[in-house]
């Protein structure tokens, strides 16, 4: 489904500046930079269930436990990842 993993995470970046009115431009958010805690993108549990549901409804990627949100969300490239690992 999904070839180009830039493509990908470029898609993953514009679905959470729309769906979480993020104040940076997509193509500014680093592939690395952690979401949440410090020196993040300073993201709070309200956007956490945003993503939650943003990701399932772009890309059929179901989170159903804290401990599985916690890991799929703590980047960009772990978000990617988890959306690959289900295509």
Do not use: C, W
């Amino acid at each position: 489904m999904i070839d180009d993993m830039e493509a990908l995470k470029l898609k993953i970046k514009q679905m959470m500046v729309e769906n979480l009115m993020l104040q940076i431009p997509a193509d500014q958010i680093p592939d690395g930079q952690p979401l949440f805690g410090p020196g993040s993108l300073g993201l709070d549990s309200v956007d956490a269930l945003q993503l939650v549901v943003a990701l399932d409804k772009s890309f059929g990627l179901k989170i159903t436990d804290p401990d599985h949100a916690r890991e799929v969300l703590r980047d960009v490239n772990t978000m990617a990842g988890a959306v690959v690992a289900i295509a």
